[in-house]
């Protein structure tokens, strides 16, 4: 049984650029939550996507977005990419309705 | 606010000494409580949960953690620390309200373990 899988591991952009992190739940979940870990800090939430939309978003701009495809997987989108958004993102998927996520080991991102 | 604190940043214990890990939240109503970590490079695993019930739960790795309502607190112990213990430790709370699921990390307490 996979658990929460996440693409690529590690990815290097500058600033300006655009990039898409991918995410695939762990298998009979639906619910995926995407969150931001800068360098020495906890985890941020960014959003949370069940069926398909946008159910819950933490305190991120707009340049953050997401979508969740019917087989459940998840794409996180960053327009505009800033120096302070290089981070690790993490993705948890859970049931709906769950309490407990289970986290993938994330996507490193480096804005140079 | 709601917010989750984890006071000791940095904590160093020898090989074989017990460990305590503090974590404090703040919240209207009880939440869930939870305790993951965190490897180098890697992503984060459950150690043990809170819902309800006996305040203190057992966890994998040999850790525990006791739930005291009065300190609101949910300190993370383990009686003997292995050097594979060393990692980052993360306190989190979601809202006791089902459904919707944002978890609440606090900032982490880094383990270094010293032969």
């Known amino acids: 049984d996979a658990g929460v899988t996440q693409s690529p591991t590690h990815l290097i952009k500058t600033r300006g650029q655009q990039v898409t992190l991918r995410c695939s739940p762990k298998?009979?979940?639906?619910?995926v939550s995407w969150y931001q870990q800068a360098l020495g800090q906890g985890p941020q939430f960014i959003f949370q996507y069940y069926e398909e939309e946008e159910r819950q978003r933490g305190n991120f701009p707009d340049r953050f977005s997401g979508h969740q495809f019917p087989n459940y997987s998840s794409e996180l989108n960053v327009n505009a990419l800033l120096l302070g958004d290089s981070a690790l993102y993490l993705c948890?998927?859970?049931?709906?309705?769950?309490?407990?996520?289970?986290f993938g080991a994330g996507t490193r991102l480096s804005v140079l | 606010a709601q917010s989750v604190t984890q006071p000791d940043i940095h904590i160093t214990v020898s090989e074989g000494a017990s460990l305590e890990l503090r974590c404090n939240y703040s919240?209207?109503?009880?939440?869930?409580l939870f305790w993951y970590v965190q490897s180098p490079g890697q992503g984060l695993q459950l150690l043990l949960k809170?819902?309800?019930?006996?305040?203190l739960v057992q966890g994998i790795k040999g850790f525990e953690a006791e739930f005291k309502r009065s300190q609101s607190s949910f300190n993370l112990r383990k009686p003997s620390v292995h050097w594979s213990d060393a990692a980052e430790y993360f306190c989190a709370v979601v809202p006791n309200s089902g459904g919707y699921q944002k978890v609440t990390f606090g900032t982490g307490t880094k383990l270094q373990v010293i032969p």
């Open positions: 809170y819902f309800s019930g006996d305040t």
């Open positions: 919240y209207g109503a009880t939440p869930y």
């Open positions: 948890a998927s859970s049931h709906t309705g769950g309490d407990i996520q289970y």
């Open positions: 298998s009979g979940h639906d619910t």
